[in-house]
Every structure is written in C-alpha cells, then in structure tokens.
C-alpha cells in the first residue's frame, strides 16, 4: 500500500511503501533529464504532465510538480504507477549494478568526518521531508551541499540549509565555517 506525506514545499510530495524502492540508496531525476534515465519506470514517471523531479529512497519517493500541475490529478497516477510497478515486480526500482560509487576524497579525515555528519544527523531528517543532502565539496572552511528531492527550490531550504545544516556541522566538525548549496 502507497500511503503520502505532505513536505515543507508544497509542490512536492512524498510517496511510501512498504516495499523497497531503491537499493542504490538516494538518487534523483530531473524532467530536463530525460533522456538520460535508462530506468523505464522513472522514465513514464518523468513523462507524466507536471512531473519535474524524481527521488527514490530506500522506502519513499519523493515527486516535485510544476506550479501548473494540480496534486489531485498528480497524486492518483503517481500511486498507481508505483502499484501496478509492484504487482508486476517483486525487486526495487532502482537496483544495485556493479558498477562503483565514486570514492570523494575518502583519505581526507575533515571530508569523512563531514559526510559522516551528514549520514547520521542531517539525511535522516531531510530524508523525513521527502528529500536528500549530498556533500559536493569542502574547501578553506565552505562545504557545499546539494539539496535534492522536495529540498531542491522549497521556500525554507535556505532556512534549513543555514540554520540546521550549517550549525550542526559547525557544531561536530572544526574545520567547517560555512555550508552553501551548489
């Protein structure tokens, strides 16, 4: 069963089972994108009318709309997409390749403290609002973040990004003096 949760940014919802959704933990796609997704059912999700982002988590996924496009025409489609998805299949959407992720400065001690911080303190809680935070960068004291999901354009991004992000790595991780999005 398909159950949803509204997100900080109204032109975004989010999308529960039960069932495993991605494998391959958090990734995002953009409308604009299109093309470049090989995932046949993230490919029909982007051609619906309105879609223009995608996130698929482990247990939720996440649909960013147009401001044009009406969550009660969006809504039924998306949960019947993901249903008829499950009736025919019994994996996740997204499933795990053989193919590496890239390793970001893993030697670098302040980086795997940062993103170790972003794992356990930050992602679970963006993760609650439909979305995601994926460290880009740290360089002389900035790092920068990208918000994706419900995160990405929501009117209280910046708000979270300053106030919650920044000061919760400030807080665990010396070396950091600001965080920006990318």
């Known amino acids: 069963m398909i159950q949803t949760e509204p997100t900080p940014n109204p ?5 529960l089972s039960e069932k495993v959704i991605s494998a391959v933990g958090t990734e995002e ?7 470049k997704a090989s995932n046949p059912f993230i490919k029909e999700l982007l051609s619906f009318k309105g ?5 698929l988590s482990k247990n939720f996924l996440s649909v960013k709309k147009t401001k044009d496009a009406s969550w009660n025409e969006l809504k039924p489609m998306v949960i019947s997409h993901l ?10 959407i997204l499933k795990k390749d ?3 992720k890239k390793n970001i400065s893993e030697n670098n001690e302040t ?3 940062i993103i170790d911080v972003l794992d356990t303190k930050i992602r679970p809680a963006v993760a609650r609002d439909g979305g995601d935070i994926k460290f880009k960068s740290f360089n002389k004291g900035i790092v920068k973040v990208e918000l ?4 990405s354009g929501c ?3 910046m708000m979270t990004l300053k106030q919650g992000v920044q000061n919760l790595l400030k807080h665990y991780v010396k070396e950091v003096n600001t965080v920006e999005a990318e």
């Open 11 to 15: 032109e975004s919802l989010k999308f």
């Open 29 to 35: 796609f953009q409308k604009n994108d299109i093309d």
């Open 51 to 55: 879609v223009e982002l995608v996130l």
């Open 83 to 92: 249903n008829h998805y499950f009736e025919n299949n019994t994996g996740p």
């Open 98 to 100: 053989l193919e590496n």
């Open 111 to 113: 980086v795997k403290k």
């Open 148 to 151: 994706q999901g419900s995160c």
């Open 155 to 157: 009117p209280s991004s």
